[in-house]
Each structure stands twice: as C-alpha cells, then as structure tokens.
C-alpha cells in the first residue's frame, strides 16, 4: 500500500479516535463494510463530472489552523439525495428561489455548492477555512464550467465562518456538520444580526451525517430568530443522515414593513 495511503488511514484513526473513540470505531468500520445501501447513496457524482470531491480528509490532513482543528469535523461530501431533500422540504417558490442566495458554510471541495448551482439560485457562495480543500474545490468549479453544468454563479472563499460576510436578499444558509456549537453560535449570530438589520426571508438547512452528537437545537435558536420547520433522516443499517430546517418565516411575520410577498414566500 503506497505510503500517503498508509497516512490518510492513519489520520483517520487519529481523528475518529477521538471524535467516537475506539469502540464504535471498530463496530462502525464493521457494519459500513457490509452495508450496500450506505455506500450506493454516493450517485456517483465524481464518475460524471470527473471532480474530486469524494474522498474525506481530517482537519489535519485539510491544514485547518491549529486553534480551529478541534471544532472542526472531518471533510465529507453531502449527498445529492440528502440536499434534495432538504430543499423539497424547505419548498421555496422558484421566485424566492431566483433571489436567494444559497451559503455553504465549510464549503469543503464544493460538492453542495455544485448540487445548489444547478438550481435556480440567484448566487451561491461557499466559505471554507482549509486552503488544501479550497484549492481542490477550485479545480473542481473549473471542471464543472466546462460542462456547464451549472445554472447560478458560484463564488468560492478561503475564509473563517466566524467572520461570514452575510449577503444581501433572501438567504438559504447549509451547514452539513462542519464545526461544533462555539463555532456554530459565532455563525448564527452573525446571519440573525444581519438578516434583522434588513429583514428578509432566511433559513438555515442543518444536515449531520456522522456518527458524533448533532449540533443542540438552542444553537439555531439564538436570538430568536429561527424556528425548526421541518426535519427528517436517511437511514441505512450502519449509519443515519438527519436534517433540520429551521426557517424565519414566523419572525418576518411580526417585523413590521418586512415585504409581504417575501413574508409569504418564505
Ligand atoms: C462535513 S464537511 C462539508 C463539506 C460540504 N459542505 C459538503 O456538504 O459537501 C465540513 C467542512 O467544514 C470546514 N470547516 C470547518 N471549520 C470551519 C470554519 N471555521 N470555517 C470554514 N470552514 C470550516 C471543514 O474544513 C470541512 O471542509
């Protein structure tokens, strides 16, 4: 086995070590291995498009600052089925859709952010911190170019999340599992400043596919903003994929001279 192999096995150990610890690891290992259903739920997106966006890397094979590799998970890719289903929850009108913007916080190597481009967003924007993930997320947006497979422009950043700059207009904002709740927190508190300061629809689809705990429901809560609208899960027989949505539509309600069409749009 080529040696880098022998090291990404290796830092994986590392990082599931302590995330789940040494038990589960050896019972999850087991059950994945035998689990059909589990490893299809991949469609395939690489062999389609020749991207790499599949294999995993730990926060330190990713070169996340030291002072961030303890909030952060692993990279994973999210699945075109979870993310389909979250936004068929979520149920926007296109025309909200057209002008929103869709904010993939950990971006990673861009797989959400291409899955929301080929919608009819009106922007999407990925953040990342690891600039080993953002320059494969790079070279993965210029090959999705040459298919044109992507219906709304795309803006990558090599940044922190705690410093988001939130855009303007309606704003869907995805967090597949990327950090725990200190991190979380200093994010959801920056889009409830943002979005009261000029009130608009926003939601925020929360999807956590690991094995580790799921970010506390008080973390979308902060400042009253965000109410869970909608949750689900993809299980298989070695592992499950939940989501939330937490939108502010009940909040908009009550803001007064908030738009009403977006009001009831969102
Ligand atoms: C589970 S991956 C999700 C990847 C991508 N969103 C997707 O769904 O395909 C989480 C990502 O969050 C990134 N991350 C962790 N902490 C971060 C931070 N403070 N700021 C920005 N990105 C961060 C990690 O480097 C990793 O790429």
Redesign the pocket.
Known sequence: MPIRHLRHLWSIIAYSWRAIGPRRIATRLLAYSTDADARAADSGFDARFGTD?TTG?T?VE?A?PAA?RR????????MDAD?DAMLTALAWPDALLRAATFV??????????FLAAMRPFRATR?????PV?HAIAERNLAIMRRHRALAAPIELEL????ALAVPPGPLVL?L????REP?AAKVIDRVVAAVAARPRPAAILY?H??LQRPLDDDVFCRGGMFRRCHAGARVTRSFRIGWSIWTNQAWLVDVPGAPAALAVGA
């Open positions: 966006t890397l926060p990713a996340l961030r909030g952060a998970t692993m990279y994973l890719p999210s993310l993939d916080v950990g971006s990673g190597k861009g797989r959400a952010l990925g953040v990342e911190l690891s993930l940044g922190d999340a705690t995805y597949y599992h990327p950090f991190i999807g596919p690991t």
